[in-house]
């Protein structure tokens, strides 16, 4: 990649530096390079000159507005978009719709154009970049156009799509569809997108994430293409559209099998050095102890971690006829925190021993503040999320996920390459102790076989809150109140308290001889 050579200049701007400017990016051979020259007339206007052309920016702390090419955009209506610009940005409006329109208004050829035209276009630009104002709405949204855009495509499918979905699922779909990847074709009329459009999206992908991410960011954008050809066909401009086409758009991707069965010693000792090491790398906060309290009680429990970090100490009930099961508590889930499939899930009522209770009392003790989330993140306010769980894992066996390092557009409002990130050196406490990698979908097969070897294969579905086959869930246990999951019948409590004081109390044990193996490693 060959060297460019940035020139940055504060001065009041004159015609002749526009001239200048022009000659420049004509100058054959000139080397690769970008110029800046800021007016100090009109604060935030900058002059951009590059190899190919001269254009005037608008830079702002939060990000950076095109106005258009010198050749199109003399110096005094760049100067005065940059100071209207400025005023609308304290109304709160859209700036890049407001400076578009603006521009557009004052480029337009008008037989009568005066003080009085400027009025007009101020008005229009000012009035469709208020996201609170009808006609701003409608512009926004893209219904200005005949036909939608990639972007509008987006956002129309996702009002419709979202609603379909669990509201905890809702923001993990959007993400996809939201890669900054797809912002090359986002400007992109539909009806004159081909596969070569796609495939330059898929190569942008593949460049930054790994093939699972971009297997199923196609996935979903496959499905809104097919949504807007069956369901929006004049919008969308696909009228003329004979087949799916983009069925050929895809990359090629198996998910493996996965097999993997921990070990009660493998379990043990992670959760172990997850407590006891809880700085992994200099320069970075302790892990939370709402963190470490997510993997102890997602080993103790084998819940699914989307559900499980849904739990609230208010849901937290005895059982009906505590003389059974003293000491105990039954944790609640509604059908809608549940994964289910297309039918929707199931209400689950989960029974926790005392011994589990005694680890939530210690981890939650460590934090003084009172929250509404079992697992508090920073905020009380907040809980812990799927991706923190993760990347405790991640830590925990070295591995660094630095996000500075991919693709990502220049840095709103300043021009040239990001400063290099620097690899934080953090220890692979798994190789070091003898742990071989796991993820914590694994823990429900670790505790599958283990019931299964003790007998009790059947408690391990009712714990696992297994759907079987051709089982149809009754409309009134699915909006039964979260205080009356545990006395339904259905829910099978006992024998799932029979399964968990088996597999709790075999795995704390474990965790109990971990830990004098760890305090006899360090002492020696």
């Given at each position: 990649m060959p060297n460019v050579q940035y020139e940055r200049l504060k001065k009041r701007l004159s015609l002749e530096d526009v001239s200048r400017a022009l000659w420049l990016c004509r100058k054959p051979s000139e080397k690769a390079r970008i110029i800046e020259w800021a007016d100090t007339e009109s604060i935030g206007l900058v002059l951009r000159i590059t190899k190919r052309d001269a254009n005037w920016l608008i830079r702002r702390r939060d990000c950076t507005i095109r106005i258009g090419t010198c050749e199109e955009v003399g110096l005094p209506l760049a100067r005065d978009v940059a100071d209207k610009t400025r005023a609308a940005a304290k109304r709160g409006r859209n700036l890049k719709t407001f400076v578009d329109r603006l521009v557009a208004g004052k480029l337009a050829t008008h037989e009568y154009h005066d003080k009085w035209q400027d009025k007009i276009d101020l008005e229009w630009a000012d009035t469709i970049a208020d996201e609170n104002s009808e006609h701003g709405r409608r512009w926004l949204k893209g219904e200005h156009q005949l036909t939608w855009t990639w972007k509008n495509l987006t956002d129309h499918f996702l009002e419709?799509?979202?609603?379909?979905?669990?509201?905890?699922?809702?923001?993990?779909?959007?993400?996809?569809?939201?890669?900054?990847?797809?912002?090359?074709?986002?400007?992109?009329?539909?009806?004159?997108?081909?596969?070569?459009?796609?495939?330059?999206?898929?190569?942008?992908?593949?460049?930054?994430?790994?093939?699972?991410?971009?297997?199923?960011?196609?996935?979903?954008?496959?499905?809104?293409?097919?949504?807007?050809?069956?369901?929006?066909?004049?919008?969308?401009?696909?009228?003329?559209?004979?087949?799916?086409?983009?069925?050929?758009?895809?990359?090629?991707?198996?998910?493996?099998?996965?097999?993997?069965?921990?070990?009660?010693?493998?379990?043990?000792?992670?959760?172990?050095?997850?407590?006891?090491?809880?700085?992994?790398?200099?320069?970075?906060?302790?892990?939370?102890?709402?963190?470490?309290?997510?993997?102890?009680?997602?080993?103790?429990?084998?819940?699914?971690?989307?559900?499980?970090?849904?739990?609230?100490?208010?849901?937290?009930?005895?059982?009906?006829?505590?003389?059974?099961?003293?000491?105990?508590?039954?944790?609640?889930?509604?059908?809608?925190?549940?994964?289910?499939?297309?039918?929707?899930?199931?209400?689950?009522?989960?029974?926790?021993?005392?011994?589990?209770?005694?680890?939530l009392e210690r981890f939650r003790s460590e934090d003084p503040r009172k929250s509404e989330w079992m697992f508090s993140a920073k905020k009380p306010t907040d809980r812990i999320t799927q991706s923190a769980l993760n990347n405790l894992m991640y830590r925990l066996q070295g591995r660094v996920f630095d996000h500075r390092k991919k693709n990502k557009p220049d840095r709103p409002g300043k021009p040239g390459p990001k400063p290099a990130a620097q690899d934080k050196i953090r220890k692979n406490l798994f190789l070091e102790f003898g742990i071989k990698p796991w993820t914590l979908h694994d823990i429900r097969r670790s505790l599958t076989k283990f019931l299964d070897d003790n007998r009790l294969g059947g408690a391990a579905s009712a714990i696992l809150a297994h759907k079987h086959k051709g089982e149809k869930i009754p409309d009134e246990e699915r909006v039964a109140a979260v205080t009356e999951l545990h006395y339904n019948s259905s829910q099978r409590i006992s024998l799932k308290a029979e399964g968990m004081k088996l597999w709790v109390d075999a795995i704390l044990d474990a965790c109990a001889r971990e830990r004098l193996k760890l305090k006899k490693a360090s002492a020696n």
């Open positions: 419709e799509k979202l609603k379909t979905l669990k509201e905890g699922y809702r923001r993990d779909y959007e993400h996809y569809l939201r890669l900054p990847e797809f912002d090359v074709i986002a400007e992109i009329l539909v009806k004159d997108l081909d596969i070569e459009y796609l495939e330059l999206v898929r190569d942008r992908l593949l460049a930054a994430y790994a093939k699972s991410t971009v297997s199923r960011a196609l996935g979903q954008g496959r499905e809104m293409l097919t949504w807007a050809w069956r369901s929006n066909v004049r919008k969308s401009g696909l009228k003329n559209c004979k087949d799916d086409w983009w069925r050929r758009w895809h990359v090629a991707y198996k998910s493996n099998v996965r097999t993997r069965r921990p070990s009660f010693e493998e379990l043990a000792r992670t959760m172990v050095l997850a407590d006891e090491f809880r700085n992994l790398a200099d320069g970075e906060h302790e892990t939370y102890s709402g963190t470490v309290c997510a993997l102890w009680i997602a080993v103790l429990t084998a819940q699914r971690t989307g559900a499980l970090l849904m739990m609230r100490p208010d849901r937290l009930f005895a059982p009906e006829r505590s003389e059974k099961l003293p000491r105990w508590k039954i944790a609640n889930w509604k059908a809608g925190e549940m994964k289910g499939g297309r039918d929707g899930g199931r209400p689950h009522s989960l029974p926790i021993p005392p011994r589990a209770l005694e680890v």
